[in-house]
């Protein structure tokens, strides 16, 4: 069974960074798309960010500028790196795999509070 394992949540500081990261027990290249989701208390799980198997990339507009995904295949891992870190930035985020057969994995998720 492919597991994934989000990382790197915490408490942040507003302005400040932090590197969340996916691991993925299997073969990240099997994966056409990864995406990174936050969901915070009362609101819609909001698509933040993606990545195809060629490295294009998507972006939702309030994170724009600011988070950065990106895959280190030889370490079966997507990165999303978080920058000017607002308040409601504050949430779990979650990593998703989709590949063939309409099939998608999920990690169980990482805490991100940001404040002062």
């Known amino acids: 069974q492919v597991n994934f394992a989000e990382s790197g949540g915490g408490l942040v500081q507003p302005g400040g960074s932090l590197r969340l990261s996916c691991a993925i027990s299997?073969?990240?290249?099997?994966?056409?798309?990864i995406e990174w989701y936050r969901q915070s208390p009362g609101k819609r799980r909001e698509l933040v960010a993606a990545?195809?198997?060629?490295?294009?990339?998507e972006y939702a507009n309030s994170v724009k500028g600011r988070f950065t995904i990106s895959r280190d295949i030889p370490k079966n891992t997507c990165n999303l790196q978080m920058n000017a870190l607002e308040p409601e930035d504050t949430a779990v985020y979650f990593c998703?795999?989709?590949?063939?057969?309409?099939?998608?994995?999920w990690g169980q998720g990482t805490l991100v509070i940001v404040s002062s």
């Open positions: 299997g073969n990240i290249n099997d994966f056409y798309r």
């Open positions: 998703k795999g989709m590949k063939s057969a309409s099939v998608d994995t």
């Open positions: 990545v195809s198997d060629w490295d294009s990339t």
